[in-house]
T-cell receptor, first 113, second 115 residues
Framework: QQQVKQSPQSLIVQKGGISIINCAYENTAFDYFPWYQQFPGKGPALLIAIRPDVSEKKEGRFTISFNKSAKQFSLHIMDSQPGDSATYFCAAYTTSGTYKYIFGTGTRLKVLA | DSGVTQTPKHLITATGQRVTLRCSPRSGDLSVYWYQQSLDQGLQFLIQYYNGEERAKGNILERFSAQQFPDLHSELNLSSLELGDSALYFC??????????????FGDGTRLSIL
């Protein structure tokens, strides 16, 4: 019940294409859903985040779509660029009752030039 | 630059030894989090401190311990090291925010190699 399932494990996209990464959770107590981007040799960096009272959030080329009833959320990268090549992690946080910070297993994205 | 500083960047030691990893959070952040990242397990939450007190525990082994000092820096102590403890250890910090979750800002990690 504490897992966050992330797919796909790896993704190859042509430059200019759309990259889509999906996550699913089970614990309805999660109340904050961030996405992190990690480059080799660096720590994860916050990319974009959403709270469950919102169905979509867009920041530049990055969009989170959130489906509360299905307990799923996804990251869409529009007009993907080679510089977007990195590992992406979804996460789910809750401070309801006990504090939990659960990360997905990561998606390695490669954008071909 | 996230503003979170971790030292050392690399650590090589042997089984059975003890090491200490250090983290300085971003200025003004009261919460510090420790994570372990290994190839087969992804990013695993270990423990959180808030203003010097333990706030949450994740998958932290009994051989591991942490503390947060009055100046808000934190240390993660790993003892009786095993080969399986080889991993990247990340520290993150966040702005104090009551019951509302806030984004965490990660350091660049300490790579621990057990020989």
């Amino acid at each position: 019940q504490q897992q966050v399932k992330q797919s796909p494990q790896s993704l190859i996209v042509q430059k200019g294409g759309i990259s889509i990464i999906n996550c699913a959770y089970e614990n309805t107590a999660f109340d904050y859903f961030p996405w992190y981007q990690q480059f080799p040799g660096k720590g994860p960096a916050l990319l974009i985040a959403i709270r469950p009272d919102v169905s979509e959030k867009k920041e530049g080329r990055f969009t989170i779509s959130f489906n509360k009833s299905a307990k799923q959320f996804s990251l869409h990268i529009m007009d993907s660029q080679p510089g977007d090549s990195a590992t992406y992690f979804c996460a789910a946080y809750t401070t309801s009752g006990t504090y939990k910070y659960i990360f997905g297993t990561g998606t390695r994205l490669k954008v071909l030039a | 630059d996230s503003g979170v500083t971790q030292t050392p960047k690399h650590l090589i030691t042997a089984t059975g030894q003890r090491v200490t990893l250090r983290c300085s959070p971003r200025s003004g952040d009261l919460s510090v989090y420790w994570y372990q990242q290994s190839l087969d397990q992804g990013l695993q939450f270990l423990i959180q401190y808030y203003n010097g007190e333990e706030r949450a525990k994740g998958n932290i082994l009994e051989r591991f311990s942490a503390q947060q000092f009055p100046d808000l820096h934190s240390e993660l102590n790993l003892s009786s090291l095993e080969l399986g403890d080889s991993a990247l250890y990340f520290c993150a910090s966040s702005h104090p925010a009551g019951v509302v979750n806030q984004p965490q800002h990660f350091g660049d990690g300490t790579r621990l190699s057990i020989l």
